[in-house]
């Protein structure tokens, strides 16, 4: 029914009239989207855009509700744009080959993070959950082949073998995966070159606290056998 203040305000005649329906159906629409929340309907679709860049020395896959956004490898930066019906983004980082080609574990696996959380950038460090993780190299400069291990006093991890040094002064080297450093953590080398059993050499919590900051990453050097 036609208000008569609109068909007065109209001017009372049959255009009038039309020209009242037209207000009132207009004052309707209005009335309605303004009872309507303001993120209905569409503030999920309105894009979310941040950087992620990455500290870790081992390159990262990053993943948005379980789809493959990007690999960053050390260093790198990339910017990303979600929807904004979002949820988590999840990070793994990529494993360090033993001399058989095979992935040494470590002790990072898939880190979740929730995109609400993201304030326009993420930065993948050595610090995940307020717990630190490190990583080494590990040059050898004797002529014995040796199985590094990671303990944390109560497990025995093992992180990889390095090749004796050359006698033309080449060190054996090898990359072991990340740990996390506890008071409680070492690293040693072991003189059986398959498993990490018997004499040991060991560099322990306190050395390794010398960690580079965000990248976790120490460079150990071994100068005499187990």
């Not at 503030?43 to 870790?56: C, E, K």
Request: charged residues 15%.
């Amino acid at each position: 029914m036609i208000d008569r203040r609109l068909l007065a305000f109209a001017g009372g005649s049959r255009r009038g009239a039309r020209l009242a329906c037209c207000l009132a159906a207009a004052i309707a629409i209005l009335a309605t989207a303004c009872g309507r929340d303001i993120a209905d309907p569409a503030a999920g679709d309105v894009p979310i855009h941040f950087q992620v860049s990455n500290a870790l020395i081992a390159p990262v896959t990053v993943s948005v509700d379980g789809t493959p956004y990007a690999i960053l490898t050390s260093g790198k930066a990339t910017s990303i744009t979600v929807p904004g019906s979002a949820q988590w983004l999840t990070w793994t980082s990529a494993k360090p080959a033993g001399p058989d080609g095979a992935p040494i574990p470590d002790q990072i696996g898939e880190v979740k993070v929730s995109i609400s959380g993201i304030n326009g950038a993420l930065e993948i460090a050595n610090v995940i959950d307020d717990q630190t993780y490190i990583t080494a190299r590990v040059f050898n400069a004797t002529n014995a082949q040796v199985a590094i291990g990671v303990t944390d006093g109560s497990n025995l991890y093992c992180a990889g073998v390095v090749p004796a040094g050359s006698t033309d002064g080449a060190k054996g080297f090898v990359q072991i995966g990340y740990y996390r450093l506890l008071p409680s953590t070492e690293v040693r080398a072991y003189r059986d070159a398959l498993r990490c059993t018997g004499p040991y050499v060991a560099w322990p919590s306190s050395q390794l606290a010398a960690f580079m900051a965000k990248s976790g990453l120490l460079t150990l050097l071994l100068e005499s056998a187990p």
